[in-house]
């Protein structure tokens, strides 16, 4: 069992930055693939990013790719979502999810363990 716990969003302007944190604890944390999802209002749950069990393969939605930047420490069980240039289309709930494989994949399907979420509000 993997439990996962965000941190970091909030109430931004257009054009503005956020770091969102995800902390995990309990089995082993690097031998999971982790990925970034995103709801909105009425919509599906998106991928938005995701980073394997080393942090080398990264893999990124086009609608955030070269705004966005996934990272994970090891050391530390955490797992980073840096977001800039931010829109108001980026305004939703942001959820951090492991997977019992340290592959990435971009199907909210394929991950096993989630976090509670963490709103990003962005304001134009």
């Known amino acids: 069992q993997v439990q996962l716990v965000e941190s970091g969003g909030g109430l931004v302007q257009a054009g503005g930055s956020l770091r969102l944190s995800c902390a995990a604890s309990?089995?082993?944390?690097?031998?999971?693939?982790m990925g970034w999802f995103r709801q909105a209002p009425g919509k599906e749950r998106e991928f938005v990013a995701g980073?394997?069990?080393?942090?080398?393969?990264?893999n990124y939605a086009d609608s955030v790719k070269g705004r966005f930047t996934i990272s994970r420490d090891n050391a530390k069980n955490t797992v980073y979502l840096q977001m800039n240039s931010l829109k108001p289309e980026d305004t939703a709930v942001y959820y951090c999810?492991?997977?019992?494989?340290?592959?990435?994949?971009?199907?909210?399907?394929?991950?096993?363990?989630w976090g509670q979420g963490t709103q990003v509000t962005v304001s134009s």
């Open positions: 999810a492991a997977r019992r494989s340290p592959i990435v994949r971009g199907s909210p399907d394929n991950y096993n363990y």
């Open positions: 309990g089995r082993t944390f690097s031998n999971h693939a």
């Open positions: 980073v394997g069990w080393s942090g080398d393969i990264t």
